[in-house]
């Protein structure tokens, strides 16, 4: 304490020193010493009340009759403390509260303080226990961190303000200066982000939800009060995921679910924090699993809030295996989304309804697959074969997120299962219209143009927005989207001096759908800047600019103008993309630079293993391969290993697995294992992650590298790893399982040569990745 008690200061006044100042209340307000200072006196407090109640002083709330008892809640320089409804608790938590105050210096406003007792307590005995504690009585709580302290049954008015908020935010932004593509990414942006702290832990109620959904409908169609605007796209595909057609704008009610699955996903983990002890305690009971967070007669608001999340966690929560002791083969959900048993080919007697996962693995064979296999379908067998049981697992059986790469809950994983059930169709167009190297209002442009919501003439009429649908440049013409973009008079002469003679038929002939895929997909190269996607795309969208700007403005060009305009604005713009992704990539990237990689031999008495794992994309089949060598070069073993329908790295770690048994069962001790998945790499020597998808795999791997042997983990190229890379394809022949190879295949032998003469090839690497 000598830093507080012998605290000096000296202020550098035009360039000297002052004279050493003593404050007399100790450090000053923002020293870095302050707060850590402050949590220490807070921990004397703490254990305080501790004293107190295992003393019995303090009779703290009981959530349950034999469960946890809450005393007190510390929230940096707010406290909350419970205790029963009595005098004498008054007392004792007055003279807590005096103890620590003379003992720290600290002071408690009570004029700030409120005391709150539950409705049951008499409205007398309430106010006496107010001027007992000289604490103002409350009714309720109001807002703390952001939130309403609820009390009783939730409406509407309560979430007045965040409505009022929001809606006062967005209307700071006029409008009228603005583009769709920037109404909808302030919408994304503001609206969203403004309502995320309640939606964690609130369901809003229907009105309220749609209440923010008409606030952000609005302020995208540019809609002011007592002026309605043309909508030209429906809000149900405004609300549509972008790689399914739409903007990509969140329903609030499915954001709102999806953000309440993070909290009810800890529930059903049973992750170790006070709040989710207290809900389990007080509603969980016995339950298991997903059933933990079923609905219950009389809960409060928050499980209400979470057990609304059922649905959404049903279609994301799957069984990760690791012994397999506690998952029933049949009836969990530990391979897909749905236990087994609903695609069994036949009926199941009781007694297999209720073998474990671990009843059909044998530690020497694997899966005794004669057991379900003509149970089952074939790609689904395939699927399961791919699957590793380890019976030396420890933990057992996890509960895991299944719609993420590493097991763990994401809200965006969420939200996109709870729009899985409106059975949209996913169009790869839509993902390259999201992803062209152009403005985002040129996207946004471009994806109307793609639904056919353009505001031409024709759709005018249609909309009985007019009766008149002809092309001002083209009379007697209807002005369609395509007509407007390619077909009119001046477009279609600037299409043809853009195009080469032989693409012009294909081009001018295509109908509106069938016309706009073929050029946005295509990545081809040419006299123009970029791809042929993008450069199509800014060529429309200047045309349509043009056009608007001759037929509003009267600013009329002529069609060798507007050509070398067009083109001219068109190639600038890619330009400036090629050169800023260009920046970008030297920043990402590093340096690059050209290097020879080859097979390298390792040091002498040591033992080299190379594996490679490879996913046959046509079939998903995941197969693996290996070799091992001495440092000669000398091939000592190899493998070859068709393991199941499985993603490619699960076949790389099969790989790494596969090809330490066989060093180790070989006598190796000193071994260098090289491989060209660093994903794999990273997973294996990273801090243990009991609900990766592939735990059970990288936990047999860290238990082999734990053994009474020396082993180096090193990252190569896909030139230095060829003998690999050709096994693992070539596994592709084999039936299933691991066939190990005495002597190298005859086709394999040439790369073998060229390995141990030093053979190295030419690769473009980073400088601090050279290998």
Request: proline share 4%; aromatic share 10%; glycine share 8%.
């Amino acid at each position: 304490m000598m830093c507080v008690e012998e605290n000096r200061m000296r202020i550098n006044w035009n360039g000297k020193l002052t004279e050493p100042i003593l404050p007399s209340r100790g450090v000053r307000q923002g020293d870095p010493l302050s707060p850590y200072l402050f949590v220490l006196c807070m921990e004397r407090l703490a254990h305080r009340i501790e004293v107190a109640v295992n003393d019995k002083q303090w009779k703290p709330l009981s959530i349950t009759p034999n469960g946890l008892k809450l005393s007190h809640l510390f929230f940096a320089d707010d406290l909350i403390l419970f205790a029963e409804a009595g005098g004498k608790q008054i007392d004792i938590i007055r003279q807590c509260l005096d103890d620590f105050c003379a003992s720290s210096g600290q002071k408690v406003n009570l004029n700030k303080s409120a005391l709150f007792v539950s409705p049951n307590i008499a409205r007398t005995k309430a106010e006496q226990l107010s001027a007992r504690a000289n604490i103002p009585l409350t009714t309720d709580l109001g807002r703390y961190l952001g939130l309403n302290a609820i009390h009783g049954r939730i409406t509407k008015t309560r979430y007045k303000e965040l409505c009022l908020k929001i809606q006062k935010k967005l209307a700071s932004w006029k409008t009228g200066y603005l583009s769709l593509a920037s109404r909808l990414t302030m919408v994304r942006s503001i609206s969203s982000s403004m309502a995320v702290y309640p939606m964690f832990s609130e369901k809003l109620p229907s009105s309220v939800c749609s209440l923010l959904d008409k606030i952000n409908r609005k302020f995208v169609w540019g809609e002011e009060e007592g002026h309605s605007k043309f909508h030209s796209v429906g809000w149900e595909t405004m609300t549509t995921p972008k790689a399914m057609g739409g903007a990509g704008i969140r329903p609030t009610k499915q954001a709102n679910l999806a953000m309440l699955s993070k909290g009810g996903c800890k529930l059903v983990t049973r992750e170790d924090t006070l709040w989710t002890k207290l809900l389990l305690e007080k509603y969980g009971g016995s339950r298991e699993g997903l059933d933990i967070i079923r609905k219950k007669k009389g809960s409060s608001l928050a499980w209400k809030s979470f057990a609304a999340t059922y649905n959404t966690l049903k279609k994301g929560f799957a069984i990760n295996i690791k012994d397999g002791k506690q998952t029933y083969f049949w009836l969990d959900p530990w391979l897909m989304q749905v236990p087994l048993i609903e695609h069994a080919s036949a009926e199941l007697t009781e007694e297999m309804k209720q073998r474990r996962v671990a009843e059909l693995w044998e530690h020497d064979r694997g899966w005794r697959l004669e057991e379900f296999q003509h149970l089952l379908p074939p790609q689904i067998v395939d699927k399961i074969r791919a699957i590793l049981i380890d019976p030396l697992a420890v933990g057992g059986d996890k509960i895991i997120w299944n719609l993420t790469s590493n097991g763990h809950f994401s809200v965006n994983s969420a939200f996109k299962a709870e729009q899985s059930s409106q059975s949209l169709q996913n169009d790869p167009i839509w993902k390259k219209i999201w992803r062209l190297h152009v403005p985002e209002r040129v996207r946004v442009f471009v994806w109307m143009a793609m639904l056919g919501k353009l505001t031409t003439n024709q759709i005018r009429k249609d909309r009985h927005l007019t009766d008149n649908n002809s092309c001002p440049e083209c009379e007697g013409i209807s002005e369609t989207i395509v007509h407007c973009l390619r077909d009119c008079r001046k477009a279609k002469a600037v299409w043809n001096k853009i195009l080469d003679a032989n693409r012009r038929a294909a081009f001018f002939n295509a109908g509106h759908q069938d016309w706009m895929k073929s050029n946005i997909l295509d990545v081809s190269t040419g006299n123009w800047m970029g791809e042929w996607g993008s450069f199509y795309s800014l060529v429309i969208w200047y045309l349509w600019k043009c056009r608007n700007d001759g037929i509003f403005k009267g600013i009329k060009l002529s069609s060798s103008t507007l050509h070398h305009y067009v083109t001219a604005k068109a190639n600038d713009w890619a330009r400036t993309w090629i050169d800023a992704r260009k920046s970008l990539a030297m920043v990402e990237g590093g340096n690059r630079t050209e290097a020879l990689i080859g097979w390298k031999k390792p040091p002498i008495g040591w033992h080299k293993m190379n594996t490679d794992g490879a996913n046959q994309s046509n079939m998903g089949m995941a197969t693996a391969g290996g070799v091992l060598r001495d440092h000669n070069g000398t091939w000592l073993a190899g493998f070859c290993s068709k393991i199941g329908t499985g993603t490619a790295l699960l076949a790389e770690l099969w790989g790494v697995l596969q090809g330490l048994e066989l060093a180790w069962k070989k006598g190796s001790r000193f071994l260098v294992l090289e491989t060209d998945s660093q994903m794999a790499l990273q997973l294996i020597e990273q801090r243990r992650d009991e609900v990766h998808p592939y735990a059970t795999i990288l936990g047999a791997i860290r238990r082999l590298l734990s053994q009474d042997w020396m082993v180096r983990l090193v990252h190569t190229y896909r030139e230095g790893n060829r003998v690999a890379d050709w096994l693992s394809k070539h596994s592709l022949v084999y039936p299933f399982g691991m066939y190990e190879l005495e002597a190298p295949p005859l086709e394999v032998n040439k790369i073998c040569y060229e390995d141990e003469a030093g053979t190295s090839f030419p690769r473009m690497v980073r400088l601090d990745n050279e290998t």
